[in-house]
Structures are given as structure tokens and as C-alpha cells.
């Protein structure tokens, strides 16, 4: 799977411009702060549908203007896939794929693939539980369209649950009506918790194989899927323990427990990473698992996913630098940095939202 043409167009700082992609390594390279990221940014919303920047999807057209304009070509084993994104400052984004306007963002998923890094990706090693809920959800997600709706599901589920131990005016009046949601919430968090231990057994050795080779083979990584324990009857055990706390959730206002509150245990060498870990095996945990999704998802659908990589370089030593490019050598690979020496690659210099040389 590769990108071959993005189109731009009042998009963040690019007025308009038209890139022609490699199969292998192309590399974004210019000062900060002159849009390198920002071509990241609109491949991965040709993918995701989202932004890995913004929430709010108004925020990446130009200063100034009222509209702006993703069209992402990408060519696939069996199939090419074209996915136009327009936004709108008055109005919500419209995509389309191959000139089918989509009704939800969902019905994206699945038509290109993508993994994306950055140093900031340590948020999923060294924050909250959020991070590493994210980063399943996204993962998952991307191969497979039954679970990103069964999160929407759950949500829901959620909110209502939740606004039912707010406005609850006793504990007796809120147990004759919460059972429905209850056993709602049971039924779809068994299903969704299926599906994040099945990705995290899937997973682990990857992540372990590609931080071996990355860091040398001197640390195991270790990653155990943290969530409601699995027992006999899911189900019956989950509605025991929202049934268990539920005078604890009336006087918090909300649920306390659920696949809301998952998390991974990441480990080297038998200690836990996010609170003893350096920053540099911090980092290098947080590559791994990024490079363990490319395989995932090779697995899964046949053919690798584009690989997006965000000032990583700086980040590492020159042997770390070596090793990362030889791993992504099988894949098109997308790289943004400052400087770069190396061969073999197509090299796009950026400034100030332009490209001004190319060269190969």
C-alpha cells in the first residue's frame, strides 16, 4: 500500500500543492515550523478521518479562508482507493471516497492504512490510561469496522448510565431503573474487551521482536492487556461488580468501572516502564509498538501500511537511525526532519507551506 499523489489546498499553511510520493522512503525536510508535520497531518485524516493535532476539524483551514481541500491517491495490492476531504468553515467536513460521499466517518476506515509517530507519542508510554485506550482504539479500528462501532455504542451506553447516577435524587429510586444500561454496558464491553486481548496477544512478541532489534537485545518488553479480569461468564461477573459498586458510582456521578478504564502494564526487564523507565527506553518502547502495528495490520489485510514519522530522528543515536530505516524498508515510509544525509530516498524540501526542491 503506498500514497502516490496528495493534493492540498487551504490547508493549514499550504495555500495549494500537489505532491508526487515514492515507494519506498520520502523524506519532508526544511526548519520547524515551515508544514512538514502538517503533510503528515492530512495523509493521516485521509485515513483516520480525524486529525492527531486538532479536535476541532475548522482549525486546519488557512488563516483567512472559508474553505480547504484533502485529496489523498492511494494505490493498493488489489484496488486504488481516492478520498477527497472538503472543510468548511460554517459547516461539518464532507469525505468521499472515489466520488461516494460518506455518510459518518467510520465508513472511511479500512480503505488506506496507516501508522503514525512523533515524539510526543511518549504520551502513550508515560500518561494517563487515555493514551494507551487511544492507541488500541485507533489500531483496532483501522482493520476492523465492527469494533469502532461498537465504541460508539458503548459511549452511548455510558452517557446514559452516567446521567442516571447524576440526576438520581436516591440510591433506591436509581437501582429499579439503572439494570437496563447495566446489562447494556455488560453485553458490549465483553465484546470490545474480546478484541483488545486479542490485539494485545497479537501485539507483544512484535513489539518485543522490533525493540530487540532496535535497542540491541538488551532489555525484554513485556505488555499484558489491564483490563476487567476475564472470568467464566463475562457478562455475569462485570453486572456483580457494577451491581457491587454502585454506591460508590451514585456518590461519584459516574462509572467507575468498564473497558473505559482499561489500560496495558508495559515492562522491561520485569519493571514497569511508564514510572521507571529513562526517557530513552521510554521512547524506544513507544517506536516498538508503533512498528509492531505495521505488522498487525499486514497480518490483517495482506500488505503493509504507509508509515508516517515525525521528527524521529532527533530523538536517536546514529545505530537506533540505522536500524529504524532498515526495519521500515518494507514499507513506504514517510519521514520529516531538519536535515538528512542519507541515500535512496525521495527528498522534498519545505518552507514556509511550499515545496521548493525535490530531489531523488
Keep these: 500500500m503506498k500514497i502516490s499523489k496528495l493534493s492540498l489546498k487551504n490547508f493549514r499553511n499550504y495555500k495549494t500543492q500537489e505532491i508526487v510520493f515514492g515507494d519506498g522512503l520520502n523524506v519532508l525536510v526544511g526548519k520547524n515550523a515551515q508544514g512538514k508535520t502538517n503533510i503528515l497531518e492530512a495523509i493521516f485524516f485521509a485515513v483516520i478521518g480525524k486529525s492527531f493535532k486538532t479536535s476541532k476539524d475548522k482549525d486546519v483551514i488557512l488563516w483567512g479562508q472559508e474553505r480547504g481541500l484533502i485529496k489523498a491517491e492511494f494505490e493498493r495490492k488489489y484496488r486504488d482507493v481516492t478520498v477527497d476531504i472538503i472543510f468548511d ?10 466520488g461516494i460521499s460518506l455518510k459518518r466517518v467510520g465508513e472511511l476506515l479500512g480503505h488506506a492504512n496507516a501508522v503514525f509517530f512523533s515524539p510526543d507519542e511518549l504520551r502513550l508510554i508515560k500518561e ?10 485507533i489500531d483496532i479500528s483501522q482493520t476492523n469496522k465492527r469494533y469502532f462501532y461498537l465504541l460508539g455504542r458503548y459511549d452511548k ?10 440526576t438520581s435524587k436516591d440510591l433506591q429510586t436509581l437501582k429499579q431503573t439503572i439494570d437496563i444500561w447495566d446489562r447494556a454496558l455488560c453485553e458490549v464491553s465483553e465484546k470490545i474487551s474480546e478484541e483488545r486481548a486479542k490485539f494485545i496477544e497479537e501485539l507483544a512478541p512484535l ?24 472470568e467464566e461468564n463475562y457478562q455475569k461477573s462485570m453486572l456483580l461488580s457494577l451491581q457491587k459498586n454502585l454506591n460508590k458510582d451514585f456518590k461519584l456521578g459516574y462509572t467507575s468501572i468498564g473497558v473505559h478504564r482499561d489500560d496495558l502494564d508495559i515492562y522491561l526487564n520485569g519493571v514497569e516502564v511508564k514510572n521507571f523507565g529513562s526517557q530513552g527506553q521510554q521512547r524506544t518502547v513507544a517506536l516498538s509498538l508503533k ?6 495490520i499486514k497480518n490483517r489485510i495482506g500488505e503493509y501500511p504507509i508509515l508516517l514519522l515525525d521528527d524521529v530522528f532527533s530523538e536517536l543515536d546514529e545505530s537506533r537511525r540505522k536500524k529504524l530505516l ?19 530516498a525521495k527528498v522534498f524540501t519545505i518552507e514556509n507551506g511550499s515545496i521548493v526542491n525535490i530531489t531523488k
Design 89 to 98: 468553515s460554517k459547516t461539518k467536513k464532507q469525505i468521499s471516497v472515489d
Design 128 to 137: 494517563s490510561p487515555d493514551e494507551r485506550r487511544r492507541f488500541m482504539n
Design 157 to 166: 451506553i455510558l452517557a446514559n448510565r452516567n446521567k442516571l447516577l447524576k
Design 207 to 230: 513489539a518485543e521482536k522490533a525493540h530487540s532489534y532496535i535497542s540491541g537485545g538488551q532489555e525484554k518488553l513485556e505488555i499484558f492487556y489491564n483490563g476487567l479480569k476475564k
Design 291 to 296: 512498528l509492531a502495528e505495521l505488522e498487525i
Design 326 to 344: 532498515n526495519f521500515t524498508s518494507k514499507t513506504q515510509t514517510i519521514i520529516t526532519c531538519t536535515d538528512f544525509n542519507e541515500t535512496s
